[in-house]
């Protein structure tokens, strides 16, 4: 692996090199790829030290001048499936508190001989992501009963199991900082504390009526204090790329004050605020957005857009709304002024919606074919890789705030995905919930899953009776087959969608009225 991708690093595949590795290492880190040993006995410090090597390659590459976004994207996906490379993982022996426990003096002959030969052994030899999977396995068995077995060696046990997390980069975020909290200087450590804390306030907080409008709160300080963090620690390092936050922790918190909003109103409640012009409401939204456009730029997808996406949002949270602006109403400018920004910040995700199906795809089917890599895994890989990053939360939370503003301007309440324009018939076909298309338009009332892009080129567009994220499942696979893809929410426009069922329709976006008699 780090021949491959080291010894191309220079040449013109570079990108490609890169990629492939993203991959290969994003399905070994996930027990997609099943790991077997080959007779060599390489201790763990081997694969630190081998960490090691790819990462400073790929910190020269992110820091040169002609690094593309496309190796950017590769590089960040990279560096979260290494195996750590701190200075206790690649001492000449590392890892020996398993060999203590493997010995210990009260535990009966045969759990000493499968802590031997299934974790012990096997760590020596080739450690991979499997003896994790063990450790976490024998955890279980030893605390399934609390006093089968002694408190020291139990306690011994979970520190063997939390260093295993820590040497492969998978223990949760808490565990990740506290990790690296000895590097901290006074300024990062006064930030570590205060997004724990916040953290600890949200973990403790009681689900309740009463509680909810205090989570929301609570969920944006959390946000806010971990982007405070990740700012400081990213400013202690060349490239911005080791050991700053996980793409993951940001999205769950992102994920959680969405769900908040919702349910304390969402987009209406947002819109009835603004008609009464009480825009205070806005500046949690906003807040979570501008925590969200500030990650991606973290993270290295156009840092310099993501700033002045940031800064726009920041200076717009800060005017307000007026009673006028001139001689124009205050309510449809401040309306008007947020719309672009949120349409800005739309297209910075649709950004990397496109780059992720031009760089991947080709290769993961190739790959996945090679490794025996189950099929639905290889099918939804760049699904998955968007939904669990922070950019799919930011797409959600555009979604809702351009729902809220298209709502106080009175407009259309259309919403395109995927702009273009066809004509023929237009049908639903209800099966359960959502329909199936026979001829080359359609209409549903609700999101289906793979049944549309599946009917092939009968296909040439849809127009759905519902919101719909731009990077759901079903926009980004409906962008990848080139299907054009509107939504509607407005119930006049939607009695009138209804009433051309079987006609011969035309379907385009730039239009008022995207789909018309012929």
């Not at 996930?30 to 400073?56: K, M, V, W, Y």
């Not at 690296?180 to 570590?192: G, H, N, P, Q, V």
């Not at 403790?204 to 509680?211: C, G, I, M, R, T």
């Not at 939607?494 to 006609?503: E, F, H, S, T, V």
Request: proline fraction near 4%; include cysteine.
């Amino acid at each position: 692996m780090c021949e491959l991708l080291v010894g191309n690093l220079e040449s013109g595949d570079r990108l490609e090199a890169l990629i492939f590795s993203a991959i290969y290492l994003k399905w070994i880190n996930t027990g997609q790829i099943p790991c077997f040993e080959d007779g060599g006995h390489p201790r763990p410090n081997r694969h630190a030290e081998i960490s090691r090597l790819i990462f400073r390659e790929l910190e020269r590459i992110y820091c040169m001048k002609d690094t593309s976004l496309q190796e950017v994207l590769s590089i960040r996906k990279i560096h979260p499936c290494l195996p750590s490379f701190k200075a206790e993982f690649t001492a000449s022996v590392p890892l020996t508190r398993i060999r203590d426990v493997a010995h210990w003096g009260d535990i009966p002959h045969d759990l000493k001989l499968q802590i031997k030969h299934t974790i012990q052994n096997k760590l020596h030899r080739n450690a991979g992501p499997e003896d994790l999977v063990a450790t976490e396995a024998m955890l279980a068995r030893i605390t399934r009963n609390p006093e089968e077995y002694s408190e020291a060696f139990v306690e011994q046990f979970k520190i063997i199991h939390h260093e295993l997390k820590d040497f492969s980069m998978l223990g949760n975020l808490t565990e990740q900082l506290e990790s690296i909290k000895e590097s901290f200087d006074d300024r990062s450590l006064s930030a570590l504390t205060l997004f724990l804390e916040c953290k600890e306030r949200l973990d403790n907080l009681e689900e309740s009526k009463d509680a909810l409008d205090k989570s929301i709160d609570l969920l944006l300080k959390t946000a806010q204090s971990l982007n405070t963090l990740r700012e400081v620690i990213v400013k202690g390092l060349e490239s911005s790329l080791r050991n700053d936050v996980p793409d993951a922790a940001i999205a769950m918190r992102q994920k959680r004050f969405l769900n908040a909003l919702e349910v304390v109103g969402g987009a209406q409640q947002l819109k009835e605020n603004a008609e009464s012009k009480n825009v205070s409401s806005w500046n949690g939204p906003l807040g979570s957005l501008f925590v969200g456009i500030r990650q991606l730029g973290l993270s290295g997808w156009k840092p310099e857009e993501c700033t002045a996406i940031g800064n726009e949002l920041l200076a717009w949270k800060e005017k307000g709304l007026s009673e006028k602006e001139g001689s124009e109403d205050g309510k449809a400018v401040w309306a008007l002024r947020l719309k672009a920004t949120l349409d800005r910040s739309r297209r910075l995700t649709e950004e990397y919606s496109e780059a992720l199906p031009q760089m991947f795809p080709q290769k993961v089917e190739m790959l996945g074919k090679a490794l025996g890599i189950p099929e639905n895994s290889v099918r939804t890989y760049n699904e998955a890789e968007i939904r669990a990053g922070v950019i799919f939360q930011v797409s959600k939370l555009c979604t809702l705030l351009l729902k809220a503003v298209r709502s106080t301007l009175g407009s259309q309440g259309w919403d395109v995905l995927v702009p273009g324009a066809a004509h023929g018939t237009l049908i639903q076909k209800a099966i359960d919930r959502w329909a199936v298309v026979k001829q080359i338009l359609c209409y549903l009332k609700g999101a289906p899953g793979d049944e549309v892009t599946a009917a092939g080129n009968n296909i040439k567009g849809v127009v759905l009776l519902q919101e719909l994220p731009h990077l759901s499942h079903l926009g980004v696979r409906a962008g990848q087959e080139k299907v054009i893809f509107v939504t509607c929410e407005d119930d006049d426009k939607i009695a009138d969608i209804q009433k051309l069922n079987g006609k011969c329709v035309r379907h385009n976006t730039t239009s008022n009225f995207p789909v018309k008699d012929l």
